[in-house]
């Protein structure tokens, strides 16, 4: 049975509503090509309060528009030639160019990310960090279920981004402790 993701991206997006924003960036029905949103689905069910930054994006060119004005941002991916399938990359592509040698990571957009990314980085408009979750998969067609190491994978992608989250959490709220105290 296909499971499904989150709905669209809102059309507030939610880096404006608390410095963060994850987007899971894929097309359900295509298999592992999923991975992406069903990691934001997972993640809006282990943190409900953060709903408001959690997206599914099917274009990576929208995620331009979502990272105006974000401390930080969270790309959730699907990648072809990165390795095994479940095999998951990560890397924070605002300190500098995506991976584009084919064993790196390559999306499976025709615009892709790393064309999002650059796009952005040409237009000023790059979060602070921008932190970039793939998981290499499989199985791409239409119709296709999610192969069983993607499946495995999701599990940990999403402990992993949770983990970010907090931690990006806990420094806010230290941000703010310390204004308070010198105030």
């Given at each position: 049975m296909a499971e499904h993701p989150p709905p669209q991206a809102p059309d507030?997006?939610?880096?404006?509503?608390?410095?963060?924003?994850?987007?899971?960036l894929g097309q359900p029905f295509r298999?592992?090509?999923?991975?992406g949103p069903?990691?934001?689905?997972?993640?809006?069910?282990?943190?409900p309060d953060a709903a408001q930054c959690l997206i599914h994006?099917?274009?990576?060119?929208?995620l331009v528009e979502h990272w105006r004005g974000c401390r930080l941002a969270i790309?959730?991916?699907?990648?072809?030639?990165?390795?095994?399938?479940?095999?998951?990359?990560h890397f924070d592509s605002a300190a500098g160019p995506v991976p584009t040698a084919p064993e790196a990571f390559t999306?499976?957009?025709?615009f892709g990310l790393a064309q999002a990314i650059a796009m952005a980085r040409a237009l000023g408009s790059l979060p602070g960090?921008?932190?970039v979750f793939g998981v290499e998969g499989r199985a791409f067609g239409p119709g296709a279920e999610l192969s069983p190491a993607v499946r495995r994978a999701l599990t940990e992608a999403t402990r992993r981004i949770e983990g970010v989250i907090r931690a990006h959490r806990e420094g806010q709220e230290n941000k703010a402790r310390e204004k308070t105290d010198h105030a």
């Open positions: 507030t997006p939610g880096a404006r509503h608390s410095g963060l924003c994850v987007a899971g298999g592992d090509d999923g991975v069903l990691v934001v689905a997972a993640l809006a069910k282990r943190l994006v099917t274009d990576p060119i929208d790309v959730v991916d699907a990648t072809q030639g990165a390795g095994k399938p479940g095999t998951i990359t999306s499976t957009h025709g960090r921008l932190l």
